[in-house]
């Protein structure tokens, strides 16, 4: 069965770096691209972007860019999120979830990573 | 980029009632809109996706509808378990935009 399982949570200071992996099984990793999303305390979801896990190629909403960067290890079907010079208003639950089939609806979610930015 | 407008931001409802959501887009988005149901703590689930059409798995008192940039997610008869939040998002074209959510309270 498809599952995506990201790392666990994280407590940093502000100006840190935060790497989250999303590691995908049960399907091929190739063949259907990673989405994000960022979920705020007590906000609802926002769109990161998404990588191609084919050609690498990444895009990111306009909120996210700069400081938010995908990669992909293909080897491992494993994609990462990170977070540069991290901000006290980063702190969130970030989500990792499968370009499905269906266009780029979100059809499998990784359980989500928390990140705590404090001083 | 296009918006998602979504309502109500709240709702309670009883169990065995109806209910229906709804999202305006701000331009066409034909019938690229997905919704999601997020229970607390957990993962977002997709619920419908091309506007109408049930992912695998999701219950029959759920129904989408709407084209262009007016839809709606339906649930027939509650159930206790429906409780939590509800989430449109497009799927025409980047950004995917989400609308701003909808809290479901079972009374």
């Known amino acids: 069965q498809i599952q995506l399982v990201q790392s666990g949570p994280e407590l940093k200071k502000p100006g840190e770096t935060v790497r989250i992996s999303c590691k995908a099984s049960?399907?091929?990793?190739?063949?259907?691209?990673m989405q994000w999303v960022q979920k705020m305390p007590g906000k609802g979801l926002k769109w990161i972007g998404w990588?191609?896990?084919?050609?690498?190629?990444?895009k990111y909403a306009e909120d996210f860019k700069g400081r938010f960067a995908f990669s992909l290890e293909t080897s491992a079907s494993t994609a990462y999120l990170q977070i540069s010079n991290l901000k006290n208003e980063d702190t969130a639950t970030y989500f990792c979830?499968?370009?499905?089939?269906?266009?780029?609806?979100?059809?499998?979610w990784g359980q989500g990573t928390s990140v705590t930015v404090s001083s | 980029d296009i918006q998602m407008t979504q309502s109500p931001a709240s709702l309670s409802a009883s169990v065995g009632e109806t209910v229906t959501i709804t999202c305006r887009a701000s331009?066409?988005?034909?019938?690229?809109l997905a919704w999601y149901q997020q229970k607390q703590g957990k993962s977002p689930q997709l619920l419908v996706y091309?506007?109408?059409t049930l992912a695998e798995g999701v219950p029959s008192r759920f129904s989408g509808s709407g084209s262009g940039t007016q839809f709606s997610l339906k649930i027939n008869s509650l159930q206790p378990e429906d409780f939590g939040s509800y989430y449109c998002?497009?799927?025409?074209?980047?950004?995917?935009?989400f609308g701003s959510g909808t809290k479901l309270e079972i009374k």
């Open positions: 979830a499968r370009y499905g089939d269906y266009g780029g609806a979100m059809d499998y």
């Open positions: 049960g399907y091929t990793f190739t063949t259907a691209g």
């Open positions: 990588i191609n896990t084919h050609s690498g190629v990444p």
């Open positions: 331009e066409n988005i034909y019938s690229y």
């Open positions: 091309n506007a109408k």
């Open positions: 998002q497009h799927h025409y074209g980047t950004p995917f935009t």
